[in-house]
Structure formats: C-alpha cells, structure tokens
C-alpha cells in the first residue's frame, strides 16, 4: 500500500528499508540505548548496521557482538562505579597535572575485553561503526570503515567512550585518541554516509532548559558540565545539516540526570523501550514495520507521540535581536522589528534540538517536547 491513506510509503513498500541506527553519547544516560534496542526487538524492527559514540559505541558494539538484549539487561542489574571508575591517585602523587586523567583506564578497558563477544570488527554480527577524535591531528576517526577495522573492537570502543580528563586517550599506532562524542556526539553525518533508507537515532542531550546546574567547585563537575553543554551544541548542529524525513529522532527525557549517575539503571532501560515504542509505532515512517498488535495497544492506550514542539515566546521579556530567527531550521520565527517573534506556535517540522531556546539571549523562549 502507497502512502495515499495507507501505512506503507509507496517508495519503501517493494522491499525492507534498510535502517541505520543511532546510538549517541551521555554517560550513563546512555542505559535507555538497552531500552531501545529492547523495544526495536519487541516491534519487530531489524536494524542493519549501528553507530555508536561514547556509551552508543561501548552498548551498540555489545549488540553487534550478539549479546542478546536479555544479556544487555542482565549486565545493566550487574553494572557499578566501581566496574569503570578508580583514581589514580598514586600517579597523580607523583605527576600532578602532568597526569592525563582523574581515573584508571586500563579498568574500563578490562570490562570491555572480557565483556565484548566479538575480539574484532570481522567478528560482528552486524555492522559496527564507532567514532574518536585524534589529539594528534583533530581528525575524526570512523573505525569500522574499510580500512578502518585492525584496531581491536575492545580498543576502538574505549577509545570512543575515553572522555577527556576522565580516562587516558587510547594511544594507537602512534596516535592519542579520546571521544568521538567531543566533535560529534549524534554521528549524523556517517548515518548519511552509509546510504540508509531510514535513520534512527537516539539523542541523550536532552535537557530542562529551565533548570539550572548547580554549580560545584571541582575538576569533575567543570569536566563533565562543559561536555554536557557543548554536546547540546553539536547535535544542534548536526540536526539542521543532516536531519531530514527519513530521521526518527528519538529523545528520551534525561536530561535531569548526570553523565555517571549508577542509580536506577533499570529505570533508565524501561525509559528507553517505553519512548522508542511510543515514537516508532507511531511515526509514520516505522508504524508499517511494527507488529499489528503493539501498534493497536499504542493507540488503545493513548500514548501515541505527538510530532510536533509547542513554542512560547515571553514577549515582555523578547528584546527582537533576530537569533531565534537565524537559529531555527525550520523557519518558527520571524524577524520582527517589534512584537511578536513567533510564527508558529505547534511547528510540526522542528528538528527538537532546543537551539532556539537555548541562544535566546534573555531566556524568553520556551517549547515543549510532547
């Protein structure tokens, strides 16, 4: 069936589509990937390859691996702070600042070794692709790439997930690799590389642009504060050049929590399968390939997703400086010379990336993710 009417988009309907998914950067935010990959199992869609920066390299190389997602979710009950994380104080005695990190990486990397099913990138199930930023020359790293793959899985992994300051850079072949997720957390731009027919990608920068950090005089809280910041940035970015109709851009709310938050883990893993489901069986571009049944419940239930923002400008406060209007993809705001700035308050095309409210300079916007 064609798309006059019917579930099935006339230019899919002759074969499977072929779908690229997403798995972006967050700390341990990043348990509502299990969530994901749980919900994609439970309606019935198969992904054919995975990108994955940071924690979506560490869960999505797990999964083309073939850790099961009942394994996933059985090692998220098990996962601890004291699984990634144990100072370096004796180097940090002897070193000071000249040490590169505040934590042992060789800890994170024995979890990845022991953990990882697969030893290489031939080993796969399925396609993998992670992402790392060479220190050495501030290119971008795609492993998994034709040429791409004698690095170890477990290597290429950390070096995606070494957040800087955090854990040593991964030092490769003459090269000093740290997170991809520092030039680009939501790797869009691969996903178009790799010709999808759909891209689902699942963005963990999502924040309450009305609350506020509160602030904590120490290495840790600076480190991980301007990483959460410049990562809202570059999906913003990476939104307006490479989003499209073919992008179901799932954004679970978790923006209340922090980058190494272990608690309530497994509630992270429900957030994710209950937002992906609620998305996916109701967007129009993966509704078809869902099972009948959870479709029906979903609609029965009352939780089918809305896709659209709701937009409200403060017009006491809007001082008519134009940025809204240079900053928004999708054309929700006018450059008025006085009054109102808004031009559509339920802007269904809004790639939800909160850029607008975010660069209002005196805070007069806000939307509303449904």
């Known amino acids: 069936m064609s798309d006059n009417g019917s579930r099935i988009p006339a230019e899919l309907s002759s074969r499977p589509p072929r779908i690229v998914l997403v798995l972006g950067g967050g700390g341990m935010k990043g348990m509502v990937h299990v969530g994901v990959l749980r919900a994609l199992g439970r309606l019935g869609i198969h992904v054919d390859e995975v990108i994955g920066t940071s924690i979506g390299a560490v869960i999505g190389a797990l999964y083309c ?37 505040l934590y042992k ?6 979890f990845l070794e022991q953990r990882l099913p697969a030893k290489t990138f031939d080993d796969l199930d399925r396609p993998f692709f992670c992402n790392a930023l060479s220190l050495v020359d501030g290119s971008m790293r795609y492993f998994g790439l034709p040429g791409q793959k004698t690095i170890p899985l477990a290597k290429a992994v950390y070096a995606s997930a070494s957040l800087p300051g955090i854990f040593e850079p991964l030092e490769y072949e003459g090269d000093h690799l740290i997170d991809g997720g520092i030039a680009d957390s939501l790797p869009l731009r691969l996903a178009r590389a790799r010709r999808a027919d759909l891209i689902i990608a699942v963005d963990l920068s999502v924040r309450d642009y009305r609350a506020r950090a509160e602030f904590r005089p120490s290495l840790p809280f600076i480190l991980y504060r301007s990483f959460e910041v410049s990562q809202e940035a570059l999906v913003e970015q990476n939104l ?79 001082i008519n400086c134009g940025i809204c209007h240079v900053t928004c993809a999708t054309n929700g705001f006018v450059a008025a010379e006085e009054g109102s700035v808004l031009l559509k308050a339920q802007n269904y095309e809004c790639p939800r990336d909160g850029g607008c409210v975010r660069n209002c300079p005196v805070g007069a916007i806000e939307i509303e993710f449904p």
């Open 240 to 318: 307006h050049a490479y989003g499209g109709p073919d992008l179901i851009h799932l954004k679970p709310p978790v923006g209340h929590l922090g980058l190494f938050n272990f608690e309530d883990l497994n509630e992270l893993v429900d957030l994710g399968e209950r937002k992906a489901i609620e998305v996916l069986a109701s967007h129009p571009r993966t509704r078809y390939l869902c099972s009948n049944e959870e479709v029906e419940r979903l609609r029965l239930a009352g939780r089918e997703a809305r896709n659209y923002v709701g937009v409200k400008v403060d017009t006491d406060a809007c």
């Open 105 to 110: 990486g060789e800890l994170f990397m024995d």
């Open 65 to 101: 691996s073939g850790m099961g997602v009942q394994e996933l979710d059985e090692l998220t009950q098990d996962l601890s702070r004291r699984d990634f994380f144990r100072l370096n104080v004796l180097k940090f005695l002897v070193k000071g600042y000249r040490h590169a990190s």
